[in-house]
């Protein structure tokens, strides 16, 4: 199994940075791909950003231009901050890895989401 844990949330006010983070902790092997979701307060998730293992990354137009990853491979964490922050960007973030690691006694591919972190962008 494998356990994300998001951290880096709070209230911020607007045109501050956050940096947040996601550690990744069990049977892993390696890491595809980390990708970043939230959830506005009374809308749907929606997709932010995202990097690869190989340092690919993407991003959602809202927050294009005003984001950066950096990584620790070692201890297989992922942060991501995001600059000039808007009161739209308040939403609770959540992290997802695609993994190949051991679940259920099987290798494989598998994705997990951790529990979020409430970004709060309010004056």
């Known amino acids: 199994q494998v356990q994300l844990v998001e951290s880096g949330g709070g209230l911020v006010q607007p045109g501050g940075s956050l940096r947040l983070s996601c550690a990744a902790s069990?049977?892993?092997?390696?890491?595809?791909?980390m990708t970043w979701y939230r959830q506005p307060p009374g809308k749907g998730r929606e997709f932010v950003a995202a990097?690869?293992?190989?340092?690919?990354?993407s991003s959602a137009d809202s927050v294009k231009g005003r984001f950066a990853f950096s990584r620790n491979n070692a201890n297989n964490t992922v942060y991501l901050q995001i600059h000039s922050l808007k009161p739209d960007d308040t939403a609770v973030y959540y992290c997802?890895?695609?993994?190949?690691?051991?679940?259920?006694?099987?290798?494989?591919?598998?994705?997990?989401w951790g529990q979020g972190t409430q970004v709060t962008v309010s004056s």
């Open positions: 997802n890895a695609n993994v190949y690691g051991l679940r259920g006694g099987s290798w494989g591919t598998w994705t997990y």
């Open positions: 990097i690869t293992s190989a340092g690919t990354t």
């Open positions: 069990g049977s892993i092997f390696s890491i595809n791909a």
